[in-house]
């Protein structure tokens, strides 16, 4: 079955850089496009990345452009979130789910705060 898990998450100061991390298992990873998803406290979910998956274009939203790069391995199942300059605004649960947003990890903490 289609699986998503999510790791590396925790706690950085402002300004800090943290680097998020999603095993995909149960589906066809190398044609699949994926998206991170966070859900700030209180908040809606905000989609913070897109790859796609042939030639790994990137999509992100003004809120998170020029701090945060996703990338992926077809090779390992795996997409990444490198997180930097984070700011408090930031602090959310982030998800990495497939297109179709049919299938979703179980999120993974991220808190910045001085």
């Known amino acids: 079955q289609v699986q998503l898990v999510e790791s590396g998450g925790g706690f950085t100061q402002p300004g800090g850089s943290l680097r998020l991390s999603c095993a995909a298992s149960?589906?066809?990873?190398?044609?699949?496009?994926m998206f991170w998803v966070r859900q700030a406290p209180g908040k809606g979910l905000e989609c913070v990345s897109r790859?796609?998956?042939?030639?790994?274009?990137?999509v992100y939203p003004d809120s998170v452009k020029g701090r945060f790069t996703v990338s992926r391995d077809n090779t390992k199942n795996m997409i990444y979130l490198q997180m930097n300059s984070l700011k408090p605004e930031d602090t959310a649960v982030y998800y990495c789910t497939k297109g179709g947003f049919d299938y979703w990890g179980q999120g993974t903490q991220v808190t910045v705060s001085s």
């Open positions: 149960g589906f066809t990873f190398s044609s699949t496009i």
């Open positions: 790859i796609n998956s042939i030639d790994g274009t990137t």
